[in-house]
């Protein structure tokens, strides 16, 4: 089975047409798939999509009789090819009455601009986006690994300095997580960040991305801005 990738081009015309960049040999001539391992030999054997810098997202169409009729690239990328906050990310979780310090680097945080809140005029509903890859350690401020738990796992365990959560405001009588561009000294309430530093964000929400490669899994945390970010012009 021969598989054949194009690229788009735009045309003199400005109309688009298909070059071809590379011709695949896949197997014996035989172009069927009748497996799942059958399917994972055309994509690791064949295409090597494993050895691509980034995420692809490819579709192997079959007939009824498992012959396959066309090989379509639906999407490519990944959160790992958009720069890295190097400078860290402080998260901020409170357990009984005590607030805890979780320290993240390689994490991305994707937040609107000051020009961009003063434009559209919505600066309470402005949020900012919070990438956690699966892969990136959670630290405490000593420097040990913590465990993520879900909120209310985290509530009620006994050991919340061996572990880190997400917090969404309005689940926990005001205790919301929030976090700081910045890796801070120690642990401090919403207030006092607010006073000291100039990117707050309270955690509105979160989803776990657990699907793909090991690379493209993560936390998504969508956050509320909430300090001296609104005052920029």
Not at 3 to 20: F, G, H
Not at 21 to 29: F, H, I, K, S
Not at 95 to 114: E, K, Y
Not at 164 to 188: D, I, M, N, Y
């Amino acid at each position: 089975m021969f598989i054949t990738s194009y690229k788009p081009v735009l045309q003199k015309n400005r109309l688009m047409a298909l070059e071809p960049v590379r011709d695949y040999l896949c197997g014996d001539g035989d172009d069927t798939v009748r497996s799942t391992a059958a399917a994972a030999h055309v994509f690791v054997d064949c295409i090597r999509l494993h050895e691509e810098a980034d995420e692809h997202m490819v579709v192997l169409c079959l007939n009824a009789s498992g012959r396959v009729t066309g090989c379509f690239e639906m999407t490519a990328g990944s959160i790992m090819n958009v720069p890295f906050d190097v400078g860290g990310i402080s998260l901020i979780n409170f357990h009984s009455g005590s607030s805890f310090l979780v320290l993240f680097r390689g994490v991305m945080l994707q937040a609107l601009n000051g020009q961009g809140v003063q434009r559209r005029g919505d600066a309470e509903e402005s949020q900012a986006t919070l990438c956690i890859p699966l892969t990136v350690r959670a630290e405490s401020a000593a420097g040990e690994t913590l465990t993520f738990l879900p909120p209310l796992e985290y509530a009620s365990c006994t050991d919340p300095e061996k572990h880190w959560t997400l917090q969404p405001e309005g689940e926990s009588a005001g205790r919301s997580s929030f976090f700081v561009k910045g890796e801070l000294p120690e642990a401090c309430a919403l207030a006092e960040a607010r006073e000291n530093y100039d990117f707050v964000y309270v955690v509105a929400g979160w989803q776990l991305h657990d699907y793909g490669s090991r690379a493209m899994q993560h936390w998504e945390v969508v956050s509320k801005v909430s300090s001296r970010f609104y005052q920029y012009s």
